[in-house]
């Protein structure tokens, strides 16, 4: 099983993705369905800003997602506003995008 993972640009300051990977590791949380497979982590992206949106740079990261054969996608919980407990619309136009192109998403990681 190939999966990515997409996480939010603001975070990137304090974020090495050791909570994610650790969880994908230990198949934690909402990895926990992948217990006993095979996962081959194929990209580790973040979105590019709220001001860029889904520019060209975050579309040529979703279709190489799409192109490395990712099956599920992973959205971090940094993508949902604590403030609103919302996901990013950013966000999920990217999911949108990746579902139409055949990516199951799951929003969370660890
Ligand atoms: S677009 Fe969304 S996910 Fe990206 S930095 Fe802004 S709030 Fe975070």
């Known amino acids: 099983m190939k999966i990515a993972m997409i ?14 990977l650790k969880a994908l590791n230990q198949r934690k949380a909402h990895f926990e369905d992948y217990t006993g497979s095979d996962v081959e982590l194929v990209a580790l992206a973040r979105c590019n800003g709220c001001d860029a949106g889904i520019d060209d740079g975050f579309r040529e990261k979703l ?24 996901e990013c619309p950013v966000i999920t136009e990217a999911g949108e995008y990746l579902e139409k192109k055949g990516v199951r998403l799951v929003r969370g990681t660890h």
């Open 63 to 86: 279709d190489r997602i799409v192109s490395e054969g990712a099956e599920v996608c992973h959205f971090g919980i940094c993508t949902v506003k604590k403030e609103t407990g919302e």
């Open 7 to 20: 996480n939010c640009l603001k975070a990137n300051s304090v974020c090495t993705a050791a909570g994610c």
